[in-house]
Each structure stands twice: as C-alpha cells, then as structure tokens.
C-alpha cells in the first residue's frame, strides 16, 4: 500500500534506494537485538537461580534439617547456578566470537 507525501513540503526519502541507510538500519537493529538477547539470558539466569535455591530451601525445611544447613546449601546451590549460568553466557559468547573470526578468516 502506497501513501502519498502527507504535507507539500515534505521532501521524499526513498529508504529501498540508499544500501548505505540500510546497512546502518540493519546494523543498529542488530546491536540491540543482540543486547536484549543477553539481558534476557540474564533474565533468565537469575530466576533459574532464584528458584533452585529456593527448591533446596523448601525441601530441607520440609524435611525439617536443621535451619542453619539448608540455609547454607540454598545459598551454596544459588551461587553454584549463578556462577555456572554465567560462565555459561561467557563461554558462548566467546565461541561465537571465535566463529566470527574464523568465517572472516576463511572469506579471505
């Protein structure tokens, strides 16, 4: 569907004829598809945090173990998932890098 110029003043702007906006387009686009792809592993990373330990916790207090232990085992298995989810991130970021470089390599 094509519209026409809302006002005689307007100065048309082809978007399909200039490569160079849309590299930037796409470009700008990419950088923040790719920023809320890591906040949402981020995301989801702490809720998978938040609810192992919270699982732990529920289950010893269920079994009635002493309160001291179960907190130190939620907190142990906490940080466990925190620290595994992030490296996790880390690492395949790193491997993408890698590929990334290796395809540029490769094009050469």
């Known amino acids: 569907m094509r519209f026409g110029r809302s006002h005689p003043d307007q100065l048309p702007f082809e978007w399909s004829k200039d490569t160079q906006i849309e590299r930037i387009i796409e470009a700008r686009v990419a950088i923040r598809a790719e920023a809320a792809a890591l906040r949402w592993r981020v995301r989801l990373i702490l809720i998978e945090t938040v609810l192992m330990a919270s699982l732990v916790l529920a289950a010893g207090l269920v079994l009635h173990q002493p309160t001291g232990m179960v907190l130190r085992g939620a907190a142990m298995v906490g940080a466990a998932c925190l620290v595994s989810g992030l490296l996790l991130i880390a690492l395949a970021a790193f491997t993408g890098?890698?590929?990334?470089?290796?395809?540029?390599?490769?094009g050469q």
């Not at 890098?97 to 490769?106: D, G, M, S």
């Open 97 to 106: 890098q890698l590929i990334a470089r290796y395809r540029r390599w490769r």
